[in-house]
């Protein structure tokens, strides 16, 4: 992706609010989309990158998953598929595993996206994004390749091994999280970039529109994953 080239930033809820050059998103640490896809073949091995040194964004680490940042405009999946051709020349279905957050040690913080793409074709990888490729079992890069991988492709990778539960949304549910409650009222009967959408009422009553995937989000917890937001215990009687 050029420097450029327009990045869509987001609130704290996951909601599109402007867009930007990239450089100044990395500059400023801005919150914005990205997409991650584990690319898996049939024994049981991951596509790993080791990310070109020229790379803004942890240069020269591994990379457990192909994608990048959403681009003004795109949903998440238009995103997914166009970031793995370019990167790997893979053109193949993907299974959507859940999205999470993510908050890196250099103050980058971003809404991602995760995607499973099972493949045992030939890899083209972009020679500007990528220096080398290798395969590896998700038990090689725990037990030997933490220090060395970038912490938000980590994060994706525990979230399909530990396969957490999110919260339901049904009306009538409130979902907590330290800084936020959401009760949610209705579906909206529509869709952003194609993601359904949730009539809900904050703390203070007010109401807002909120995607399905933020509502039902992960964050790390430690070397675990966890829902963001969990659910509210129902009052028990007198």
Request: some cysteine; proline content about 7%; hydrophobic content about 40%.
């Amino acid at each position: 992706m050029s420097a450029t080239e327009l990045v869509q930033l987001v609130d704290d809820c996951n909601r599109p609010i402007a867009a930007l050059p990239r450089h100044l998103m990395r500059s400023h640490k801005l919150l914005h989309r990205a997409t991650y896809i584990l690319v898996l073949n049939d024994r049981g091995e991951l596509c790993v990158q080791h990310r070109a040194k020229t790379k803004d964004y942890c240069p020269g680490m591994l990379d457990l998953a192909a994608g990048g940042v959403v681009t003004v405009g795109e949903s998440y999946r238009f995103s997914a598929m166009r970031e793995l051709k370019e990167e790997l020349g893979i053109e193949a279905p993907l299974t959507e595993l859940g999205e999470f957050y993510t908050c890196g040690e250099d103050g980058g913080r971003a809404f991602g996206r995760l995607y499973l793409c099972h493949w045992n074709g030939n890899i083209r990888p972009q020679a500007e994004e990528i220096d080398a490729i290798e395969w590896l079992t998700p038990t090689e890069i725990l037990a030997t390749r933490i220090k060395s991988t970038t912490a938000d492709s980590l994060l994706a990778l525990r979230l399909w091994l530990q396969q957490p539960a999110p919260p339901p949304c049904l009306p009538g549910t409130t979902l907590l999280s330290p800084e936020q409650e959401w009760q949610l009222l209705a579906e909206a009967g529509t869709t952003l970039l194609d993601d359904p959408l949730w009539l809900v009422a904050g703390r203070d009553g007010k109401r807002h529109v909120l995607t399905e995937p933020f509502l039902r989000s992960f964050v790390a917890d430690g070397d675990r994953v966890r829902p963001r937001f969990r659910l509210q215990k129902a009052q028990q009687p007198a």
